[in-house]
């Protein structure tokens, strides 16, 4: 068989598969939001030209329920879901601590809410800190260590952001968008807060809520839920239907 991992793959999978077209393509696709159609950033990928490409696969994967509805009403392609595995050797040992300020880990998107959680998060005087593109791993960790909770506040998350399993495992309070094209509750059960996306008075409702409330779980995320044997297994489920 042949696999495609990634957008970023798809001209060199593309070429393989015409050299080999009795070969079954399959593809994982992580993304499939409206955004990346209706208002793409500069120099984006070619978010049309995959979706057309991936209806010649023999089968589409997605990592959750919210990104495969948001495939089906993108794209018109039906997915079958095989979550992801979440990386936390990083975090291991590392003993978790709130030095009073709120994380925001997600890249920025071209979300029409944006800059809600920063927003709220001044008008609370609460400390907000935002990843950056050049920041260390180090750095991340510490930042996912020390923070008192963690948001992802957009109307589009594929997990939801990995980043949440990675504070939950420490512990932390996630805060995830109601939304269900943001797939923050499924990755995280009970673990999760939510807040009514667009909701920007809910949202400060809720930031202020854990602000004031943000003792650590009782209880922690399970590591052994979403393990790269896991996800392979899946695969190779579908690999053999």
Sequence with gaps: VIINFS????????????????IPLFVYCWDAYRWSLTRPRPEEYDWKGYGEWMKTAKEVWSPSEASRLSLRHNYGIESVVIKTYAPIHH???????DDGFVF????????DHLNDLEE??????????????LMSIEEYCESIRCCSFIVS?????????????EAAYLGKRCLVSDSPYHAGREYL???????????????????????????????LYDPSLFTPTNMAREMHKRLRI
């Excluded at 506040?153 to 399993?165: D, F, N, Q």
Aim: aromatic residues 8%.
């Design 91 to 97: 975090l291991v040992g590392r003993q978790p601590q």
């Design 120 to 133: 709220v998060c001044r008008e609370l005087n609460i400390p907000f800190v935002r990843s950056q593109q």
């Design 189 to 219: 059960g009970r673990h999760a807060d939510t807040f009514h996306y667009g909701d920007r008075e809910d949202l400060k409702r809720k930031v202020k809520e854990l602000w004031e409330n943000r003792a650590p779980r009782a209880f």
């Design 104 to 111: 925001h880990a997600m890249r920025d998107y071209p979300d």
């Design 153 to 165: 506040h957009y109307e589009e998350a594929s997990t939801g952001g990995l980043s949440l399993l």
């Design 7 to 22: 957008i970023t793959r798809m001209q060199e999978t593309k070429k393989l598969h015409a050299q080999f077209p009795s």
